[in-house]
């Protein structure tokens, strides 16, 4: 009876469609039997791997046609595997029958959402046949095996400036990676002139990294400690750690330019100690789809350099002493590197009793007491940051003033941020800036060494000393506005014609990033999106973000700046970025084409960020060139 009514209201609408529409519709039935026509083709073809899936849309027919393909692929490539089954995460129920078809879904993650589709039928009775060549499916493998040299040479590149945080997680990702391909054993990769096996080579130089590392106690205010971090003798550039406190292990701590704090239970015994440097980095996989996958599928790794007990420490006081000498001097703010004196700060004695206020202001935590020292918009600055986390001095500042202009800056005063609901602490270097007035009128988070040294190296006779000042300086104010939530200031650098692209892994929850979402932007990264945004629309997102997260702290490092071609005083600014907020963080590549024509006014031209390297951009260089696959000056 139901099929009688449905041919019957199937043809009284075909009577009364207009010759147009049923010519159309022919047209459409022979347009599908030619797809199903090639659907058998492909499935009785041996060169191919086919899986079907059916749904009630469009993407269920197509993810379900996609996971009959894994399942296709693992049956096909299960008797070439080689996998280590004592490594798998038994808890997740990965066992020897589970762990080709487990692995296969990783890489279907990223790598097999460019195969192939045909769409059998529409919905809401949607069919859809996934494809894939055969001979395809090795180039899915050394895709893979390419994502692992990056994160080497990432690692690599990290170490070298000291940067033993990205160090220490590049190499832990490319070692969760190497173990997911075909053969592990035989992953091999040219470093320095050797041939080195990954999956050996890899842990050794981990262990390496954190035996080259050296904690110890600097000073003491009751429970609170001051720690000093050397890698290869000297402060370490940026290092994450936990400790156990008396009774638990702690959150995630941040040690930046060899400064790092414990906060002990009180009573707890500071001669037993005990650190544990972070390599995991679990919480921030999720920024790759692919690498999570992995990261689930095998255990965790044990490394016996990566806990380490504090001793070398007076008695008494429980202070090394020759750490309290190193941990002060590096406390003084040092003369940036390479960077001549711009002229004489006039009344600079005034300024350093101004700044021994503030300082005193913030170590009684008697906070009003200095409020006369700031500017209306300083003062708002002032009391953000001292909302922004649990601030703190660490050691004896020394003051050291530059001129920029009509103003003068202080750099920089070591503080310490812990924040209740969060799992990280930071360490930031404060800088405060004084108008003609001498008020201060600005509050910003310094530049690390690596980062003013990356600036300030560069361009030598190229751009004068008193440009890398102000391009050291907007960087600052720019990571501040986020840090501090300052809309205003954001959308004051903002032309409001401003070229803006942003882009997001997909899948996570827009509003626990920065970045906004979009359209596809390179076929080869389906997991990524970028659109290009309006002033207007970046600015909207951005405060949504602003009042979803507690914190925000952004971090620079690889820093390049170049000056284009024209327009003057443009410069173009491409940035390694790590970005953490109260849920969530991520690392990815930022570019900033900025107009300093106007030192006091600079104008954000271009901006650009990408979560990962794109193979569409940059194709040119060779994959191990630092710009390879970054959108840099060279893209505008």
């Known amino acids: 009876m139901h099929k009688l009514l449905y041919a019957l209201f199937a043809t009284l609408a075909l009577t009364s ?8 519709t022919h047209s459409e039935k022979k347009a599908m039997e030619k797809v199903a026509l090639k659907a058998e083709e492909l499935k009785n073809d041996a060169d191919y791997l086919c899986g079907e899936g059916w749904g009630d849309t469009y993407s269920a027919a197509d993810q379900a046609a996609l996971t009959d393909l894994i399942s296709k692929i693992s049956v096909n490539v299960s008797s070439s595997f080689q996998i280590n089954e004592e490594e798998l995460n038994t808890n997740a129920g990965f066992d020897s029958k589970s762990v080709v078809t487990s692995v296969m879904k990783s890489y279907a993650q990223a790598t097999l959402t460019n195969t192939n589709n045909l769409v059998l039928s529409n919905q809401p009775q949607a069919h859809v046949l996934r494809y894939i060549k055969s001979s395809e499916i090795v180039k899915i493998f050394n ?4 994502k692992v040299f990056d994160y080497v040479r990432s690692a690599m590149r990290a170490e070298e ?3 033993i945080d990205d160090a220490l997680r590049n190499y832990y990702w490319a070692f969760a990676m190497v173990r997911s391909l075909q053969y592990p054993n035989n992953v091999k990769m040219d470093v320095d002139g050797e041939q080195r096996l990954l999956v050996t080579w890899i842990p050794q130089q981990m262990e390496e990294i954190m035996g080259n ?27 994450d750690y936990t400790y156990f406190d008396g009774q638990t292990w702690s959150n995630l701590y941040s040690a930046k330019d060899g400064m790092g704090i414990v906060e002990l239970r009180p009573g707890v015994d500071v001669n037993s100690l005990q650190l544990k440097y972070e390599y995991e980095y679990a919480d921030q996989c999720q920024i790759d789809k692919e690498l999570e996958s992995v990261m689930n599928l095998f255990k965790g790794t044990f490394f016996k350099n990566a806990t380490v007990y504090i001793n070398n420490i007076d008695k008494k006081s429980a202070v090394s002493t020759e750490a309290k000498k190193e941990f002060e001097k590096s406390v003084k703010t040092e003369s940036i590197a390479n960077l001549q004196a711009l002229s004489k700060v006039a009344d600079e004695k005034q300024l350093a009793n101004i700044m021994g206020k503030v300082v005193n202001a913030i170590k009684t935590k008697q906070y009003d007491s200095a409020n006369d020292c700031f500017s209306a918009d300083g003062l708002e600055m002032y009391k953000k940051l001292l909302n922004y986390g649990q601030a703190r001095l660490l050691g004896n500042p020394q003051f050291a003033f530059y001129t920029m202009g009509k103003r003068v800056v202080c750099r920089s005063i070591p503080m310490a941020f812990s924040f209740q609901n969060n799992k990280r602490k930071f360490v930031e270097d404060v800088t405060f800036t004084f108008d003609e007035n001498k008020k201060i009128e600005c509050v910003a988070f310094g530049l690390g060494s690596q980062a003013k040294t990356d600036i300030f190296d560069k361009g030598v006779g190229a751009w004068s000393d008193y440009a890398k000042m102000v391009i050291a300086t907007f960087l600052e104010n720019y990571k501040t506005a986020f840090a501090l939530k300052r809309l205003d200031y954001l959308e004051s650098v903002f032309d409001d014609n401003a070229t803006i692209i942003t882009g997001h892994v997909i899948k996570r929850n827009p509003k626990l990033s920065i970045e906004g979402q979009a359209s596809t932007f390179g076929d080869n990264k389906p997991l990524i999106k970028y659109t290009r945004q309006t002033k207007s629309e970046y600015l909207r997102k951005l405060k949504m973000c602003f009042q979803s997260n507690q914190f925000i702290n952004i971090r620079f490092a690889d820093n390049d700046v170049v000056k284009m071609g024209a327009g003057g005083e443009t410069y173009g600014i491409q940035i390694k970025q790590d970005y953490y907020s109260t849920n969530y963080g991520d690392h990815g590549y930022l570019f900033l084409m900025v107009d300093f024509n106007d030192p006091e006014n600079p104008s954000i031209k271009v901006r650009t960020w990408q979560p990962d390297r794109n193979p569409n951009i940059n194709s040119n260089l060779p994959r191990s060139n630092r710009d390879w696959g970054i959108i840099g000056p060279g893209n505008f």
């Open 161 to 163: 400036k000291g940067k």
């Open 213 to 239: 590392l050296s904690t110890n106690i600097a000073s003491r205010d009751g429970d609170e400690l001051s720690l000093f971090i050397k890698y290869k003798g000297k402060p370490v550039t940026s290092l």
């Open 143 to 146: 895709d893979r095996k390419e």
């Open 17 to 24: 469609m207009p010759q147009t529409t049923l010519a159309q």
